[in-house]
């Protein structure tokens, strides 16, 4: 079993940057591929980003390319997400997930562990 929890997320203007975080605890977090997705309201949950399990590996949503940037620590069980110039379409709840796979994933039903989620809203 993996909790993750996410932080990080909050109120932003256009342009600015946010870095979400999240912990997990449990299982060994550097065995699972880490992902981040994101659900805007009246939308379905969208893939983010995604991270192998050494971080040697990782793949972005073409809304993401160039602005986010997915790493991880292992030694403390943290993934990130780092994003910059964000756009009011940003303006989601964002969710970790973990994967109990070495490789990374880009489809929501291939992860078995999901956070609760953080707010980023991002204002024009």
């Known amino acids: 079993q993996v909790q993750l929890v996410e932080s990080g997320g909050g109120l932003v203007q256009a342009g600015g940057s946010l870095r979400l975080s999240c912990a997990a605890s449990?299982?060994?977090?550097?065995?699972?591929?880490m992902g981040w997705f994101r659900q805007a309201p009246g939308k379905e949950r969208e893939f983010v980003a995604t991270?192998?399990?050494?971080?040697?590996?990782?793949y972005y949503a073409d809304s993401a390319k160039g602005r986010f940037t997915i790493s991880r620590d292992n030694a403390k069980n943290t993934v990130y997400l780092q994003m910059n110039s964000l756009k009011p379409d940003d303006t989601a709840v964002y969710y970790c997930?973990?994967?109990?796979?070495?490789?990374?994933?880009?489809?929501?039903?291939?992860?078995?562990?999901w956070g609760q989620g953080t707010q980023v809203t991002v204002s024009s």
């Open positions: 997930a973990a994967a109990n796979t070495v490789f990374i994933r880009t489809v929501a039903r291939r992860y078995d562990y």
């Open positions: 991270i192998s399990w050494s971080g040697g590996s990782t």
């Open positions: 449990g299982r060994t977090f550097s065995s699972y591929a």
